[in-house]
Every structure is written in structure tokens, then in C-alpha cells.
């Protein structure tokens, strides 16, 4: 896996939508975008991914630039339970081994 | 219940020692995975296994041992046990969802290696 870049850490107020930004500048045109997340002692939690468009679920929405140089994983309304790090991870659609986690951005939510 | 689940969840040992660390999953997942988790390097993968029988090793796999007998569990063995092993160890399976592979973590277990 290659790297991306997040930022260390973000706030954000309870009931307000958080928009959390990773750069993948070199991605490749197989790459999947995945976005994990770990809530304090947990593990990882998968939260979505996509390739080209964007993507939605019942967690998150994913929006993914033109280019596929970046992305943003949108929580609509977040609440005190998003406290996490979230983990921005470009994947190959093959491949063997397990995903790398970078540092992630930790969420912090205010009431 | 439908999952993965790691056991034990806490586990405090003594330098060289032998620990094994269970890993069970529910889906017949074919691929699992072992990582370990401490500050200031985030997770890194330790070993994986494509299927039974099938191991491979990842980022970090010096002093640990691992095997796969049986599709549905995956143990990793500490055969004697370092303080540089205090860590929180993280199992996982994969499954195939939408276009790509995507893994579910066990809760972890934090072993302390006095």
C-alpha cells in the first residue's frame, strides 16, 4: 500500500456534518480509496471505500475528486460514538496481504 | 454469534515465556491476518495466512510464530516472550465487498510481558 496523508487531528461539534480530507497525490488508476476507523479500545472498523465515484452507506459518504487525488469521508451528523481515529488506506484491488494503516486522523467531537 | 473473536483479551506473562494468542472466525473467510498496535507506529502487520496450512509473513514478524490448521482459526504464538512484545495484538479475516477486499478486526487482546 502506498501513502496518503491525513491530518493529525480534527474537532468537530456533535449534530454538525465533518468532512475528513486524505491526500493520495500518486494514486494509481486500480487503487481503491478505504477508510477504516477505531474507536477507542476497539479494533479497526471498516467504514466504506470506493474507486471512482462517490459512495454512500449507512456509516458515511465518500466523496472522491475528479482527479482521484484526494477524497473526503463525510459524516452527515456526527455524535459522541465518532470519537475515533480514522485511517485513509489506498488498496490495490489484488494483493495478498493485509492493508497498512498510517497514523489516521483523530476525531474529536464536542458536545 | 457470527464473528471474530480473539482470546485472551488480557494477558500479563513473564519474559520468556510462551504465550499463544487464539483467533476464531465465524465466515470461513479464507484470508486472515495478525497485527500488532503501540504507540507511535500505529498497526503493523505481524503475519498473514491465505488459507489453511498457508502462512506468510508481514511487517513485523521476528520472535512470533503462527499456524493454521483449520480455516476458522488462526493462532500466533509468543514462543518466549520479550518486553518488546507488550503490545495489543489485532486479528482479522477478509472478505470481498463491493470490488475490493475489506477486513473485519477482532476486539484485540493486550498482553503485558513483565
Known amino acids: 500500500d502506498a501513502k496518503t496523508t491525513q491530518p493529525n487531528s480534527m474537532e468537530s461539534n456533535e449534530e454538525e456534518p465533518v468532512h475528513l480530507p486524505c491526500n493520495h497525490s500518486t494514486i494509481s488508476g486500480t487503487d481503491y480509496i478505504h477508510w477504516y476507523r477505531q474507536l477507542p479500545s476497539q479494533g479497526p472498523e471498516y467504514v466504506i471505500h470506493?474507486?471512482?465515484s462517490n459512495v454512500n452507506n449507512r456509516m458515511a459518504s465518500l466523496a472522491i475528486a475528479e482527479d482521484r487525488k484526494s477524497s473526503t469521508l463525510i459524516l452527515h451528523r456526527a455524535t459522541l460514538r465518532d470519537a475515533a481515529v480514522y485511517y485513509c488506506?489506498?488498496?490495490?484491488?489484488?494483493?495478498?496481504?493485509?492493508?497498512?494503516f498510517g497514523k489516521g486522523t483523530h476525531l474529536i467531537i464536542q458536545p | 454469534d457470527a464473528g471474530i473473536t480473539q482470546s485472551p483479551r488480557y494477558k500479563i506473562t513473564e519474559t520468556g515465556r510462551q504465550v499463544t494468542l487464539m483467533c476464531h472466525q465465524t465466515w470461513s473467510h479464507s484470508y486472515m491476518f495478525w497485527y500488532r498496535q503501540d504507540l507511535g507506529h500505529g498497526l503493523r502487520l505481524i503475519y498473514y495466512?491465505?488459507?489453511?496450512?498457508?502462512?506468510d509473513k508481514g511487517e513485523v514478524p521476528d520472535g512470533y510464530v503462527v499456524s493454521r490448521s483449520k480455516t476458522e482459526n488462526f493462532p500466533l504464538t509468543l514462543e518466549s516472550a520479550t518486553r518488546s512484545q507488550t503490545s495489543v495484538y489485532f486479528c482479522?479475516?477478509?472478505?470481498?465487498?463491493?470490488?475490493?477486499?475489506?477486513?473485519?478486526f477482532g476486539a484485540g487482546s493486550r498482553l503485558t510481558v513483565l
Open positions: 482479522a479475516s477478509r472478505d470481498f465487498h463491493a470490488g475490493a477486499n475489506v477486513l473485519t
Open positions: 488506506i489506498r488498496r490495490g484491488r489484488g494483493g495478498a496481504d493485509g492493508l497498512t
Open positions: 495466512s491465505a488459507a489453511a496450512d498457508i502462512t
Open positions: 470506493g474507486l471512482t
